[in-house]
């Protein structure tokens, strides 16, 4: 069993930025992909960026080039520094992790993101 406990999050003006942290803890388990995903109200939930073991980083068309992903593989974290945030980028942000076993699926409870125009 995997939990996932995020930070960071909460309310920006446009243009401003946010960091989403996220911790992964639980024995034994060895992650193959970690990143983060968001879901707005009435909206599916969508991949914002992920970043697997070996380094391959993939990001929505809507973030590239404004969010940026990082992991410490050894530490079982991942962050999300969201720069020149939009009101539309405005969501519950979780945070996610796939793990070998299985290729289980675990999420985090979720984060508030909020974007004022």
């Known amino acids: 069993q995997v939990q996932l406990v995020e930070s960071g999050g909460g309310l920006a003006q446009a243009g401003g930025s946010l960091r989403l942290s996220c911790a992964a803890s639980g024995s034994p388990f060895r992650i193959q992909a970690m990143g983060w995903y968001r879901q707005a109200p009435g909206k599916q939930r969508e991949l914002v960026a992920s970043?697997?073991?070996?380094?391959?980083?993939d990001y929505a068309d809507s973030v590239k080039g404004r969010f940026t992903i990082s992991r410490d593989n050894a530490k079982n974290t991942v962050n999300l520094e969201m720069n020149n945030l939009k009101p539309e980028d405005t969501a519950v942000y979780y945070c996610h992790a796939r793990v070998y076993t299985g290729y289980m699926n675990y999420w985090g409870q979720g984060t508030q993101v909020t974007v004022s125009s």
């Open positions: 970043h697997n073991s070996i380094g391959v980083t």
